[in-house]
């Protein structure tokens, strides 16, 4: 008997594809130092946001019964001040939720004005070409040559300490990066095809730069962007803890560490709870920004 | 390979005058006019300003005056500090030994401890280790390193009392200046305990120094090394019938250096920064200190010309990092 | 005693996705002296099946085979050190590329010295000249003066030609090849295809060729199997392979070559594509894209069976005219 088997061509079913965000998600949640970065990074801005609820204390009230009280756990402490107090009797913990908006300006206000200037910067160079491209460059080249804090700290010698000009120095010592990227991006960018194509079509310039060809730069430089706040603030720590960034009284961590810097022996957390918001703010930022880069490299390194 | 050697020093021309350029500006930049910011907090009187001014070509054109600048320091001249009347170049030079020597510690430390741990890292790659090591080395990278220094005295020296808790060497030993170098000046001083007091007033900045490079360097040498052994090339080396150990080392590491060895050339800027940090804290007497010290007592003479004596250090670090990478990688020679 | 015996082969890769069977099932014989031709698309795991074999497959893939003998070797529970002097001296294989096989930082001289010293080929002091002698052999000219070159600084088909120079270096018993010309000009790789015939001839050697070129097949080997996504679905004597296969798949490929196609109108192309990870086909694995697959193809994977000499991977294998035997509805109806 012949089988009563008919021909058949099987076929299978296409897999849909995911959205490009989502896959970037997948990926980035995969990396579970990063989703950790993120989680705290949620935290700290919570904590900025809402400093005025959840810090127990004004940052700048002086108690002046309960001066250089250690943490609650050691004797002597206790748990109206949780981290202890500073030599003029500040909250420690206050000080420090209070610091954690600073920090946060800091890393926004200093990645902002880069990114911005270092990216119409990189954008000019990559389209004017030839000496517009040298004199751009060269000048780049020269702001790398010096060593990062020390271009900071020669700025604030101009400028004068303080804060805001602390930001300036910082954002001037990363602009370098943010060029050289949004340069080297754009550079490859032009010689796709698209680029030749909407040119062909009538596109000025202007519109070239930023319409068609920065969108497409987006991903090295919003990875750039997460990990220059880390050194921002690392950046704008260091400054005031050589005491030419912010001033006291305010409660940036670098500032109140050289504060304490003179009762090391005597009050140990003085030193180490600024210090250690520091590590943690900056370890979350690398962490995401690390698994941001990660997820967003096409050759994952598995 | 000379003509590669010749392009290579004419390319830092042009940057090396933008350096002096930003330098000889310091004074230029800084509120007031520069007699007045040279004559500090002392003041001085309209008509000694007006002479000094033109004994100095203050009143000249600014392009005049730069020009006079650059001949300037060809000749030597880097000004005279405000503070201590001596020159600047003097000082430098008597300081920037033991910022060489705690700098080459501490790149000695990240090398020597982060090479091997990062091709361990790559060759078992996804292992515990693996991991361990990746965690501690982005925690190396987002380290205040200031706060770390001041963590580890408190530690170290205060607690445990193992390590001296600042300076370059115990205050009893009088070691003269033979060559700068403590450690090694401190060897061939009469005192017998002089050398190791040095040693062990360079174990903490060092470490201290060292840690963030330690991380580049142990995560350079790990991403280097697994692009590396996924190459081709190992492939073969491998289906030679070669040993592990002979694949990784001689096969896989002389390609992974090129771009380790320029990670770590490029450090030296970083390590800079760092040094200013690591000397202000344990008050090591190098350029650092020095540099940071003039910002606090306003005396521009110093920072102008330290930082232009900086630059220039880093701009020929760099040099010897692109010759060495020539050395290393045939295929750029031509 | 057959010079490479292998039942069973298997490598499996664990991948975020599941395993993935790169090779299946797979048996291979090579004689002293033989050359058998590996052909396949890309996927079919003929590459993998043969790192196998030199023990070159990284973790995460897994290697598992019923038997895997070289002459009197046990390859299966041989220990790393016996391995490594195995691989190199007395089976040896050469790759794709050969531009980034050589190692770019050291002399080709050096890289072929490498070899003569690591299986201490040769006493020292008689490297250099044995070196040259290799470059020689493989049709390098001047090759005294060729010991300092780097690769970067040689041609591709110069390359390969230091890749065979290197790989014979140890008068190996079994040379691999894994599309040796894909990555060459046409011209060189007639060059290169004859010079590796040659030095088999000379030398006695096995020559296992793998490629994916059905004219390279059918000029150099004497034994041909066919592979299909991990599996191998003929293995002939190269005419008979080519006069009438006996495979659809087989059939499919010949059909595609524009040799064959004169007098026709259209190129004739196989439908679909290889499967991948995502969407291996039940039954066999060609079903989806064969011309005469039935509901059997679909239910039952067949086995590889047949005459010796003449084995298939198919319930209905072909005959001299093209047409399925056993029971195929096709011939059915043809007869009926």
Redo the contacts between chains.
Sequence with gaps: MPSDDALVMATVAPDIEPGAARLVWRAFAENRGAVVGLVVMAVLVLLAVFADFVAPHSPIEQFRQHFLAPPFFQAGGSTEFLLGTDDVGRDILSRLIYGARLSLLIGLAVVALALSLGTVLGLTAAFSGGVVDTAIMRLMDILLVFPSLLLAIVIVAILGPGLFNAMIAVAIVSLPGYTRLSRAAALSELARDYVTATRCAGAGRLRLMFDTVLPNCMAPLIVQASLGFASAILDAAALGFLGLGAQPPTPEWGTMLSSAMQFYQRAWWLLAWPGLAILMTVLAFNLAGDGLRDALDPKLKR | MLRFVLRRIGLIV??FI??TF?SFM?IH???GDPIEVLAGEHGISPARHAELMHQYGFDRPLWQQFVSYDVGLVEGHLGTSMVTHASVWSEFVQLFPATIELATCAILFATVIGMPLGVLAAVRRGSVFDYGLM?LS??G????I???G??M??IFS?ALGWTPVSGQIGDAYYVPQVTGFMLIDSLFSDDQGAFWSAVSHLILPTMVLGTVPLAVVARMTR?SM??VLG???V?????????GPRVVVV?AL??ALIPIVTVIGLQV??????A??TE?IFSWPGVGHW??NS??QRD?AV?QGG?LL??SV??LV?LGVDLTYGV????IRR | MPLLEIRNLAVTFATGRGPLRAVDGVDVDVEEGEILCVVGESGSGKSVSMLAVMGLIAHPGRVTADRMRFGATDLLGISPRERRRLVGRDIAMIFQEPMSSLNPCYSVGWQIGEMLRTHHAVPERQVRDRTVELLDQVGIPAPATRLRAFPHQLSGGMNQRVMIAMSIACNPRLLIADEPTTALDVTIQKQILELLVGLQRSRGMGLVLITHDMGVVAETAQRVQVMYAGQVREERETDALFAAPRDPYTAALLDALPERAIGRRRLPTIPGVVPGIDDRPTGCLFNPRCRFATERCVREPPAFAGPPGARTRCHYPLDEQGVPTNDHPLRMASVA
């Design positions: 042009p940057t933008g350096v930003i310091l930049a800084v509120p965690s982005v925690t990278a987002s380290m205040p200031f706060w770390l001041l963590m005295i408190l205060v991403s697994l692009e190459e081709d090339y492939r073969t080396a491998r289906a030679k019938g070669l040993s096969h002389r390609n800027g970083a390590l800079l920064s760092g200013i940090l202000t540099l940071v910002v606090y521009y920072l930082v900086v630059a880093v701009m760099n290393l990688n045939p295929r």
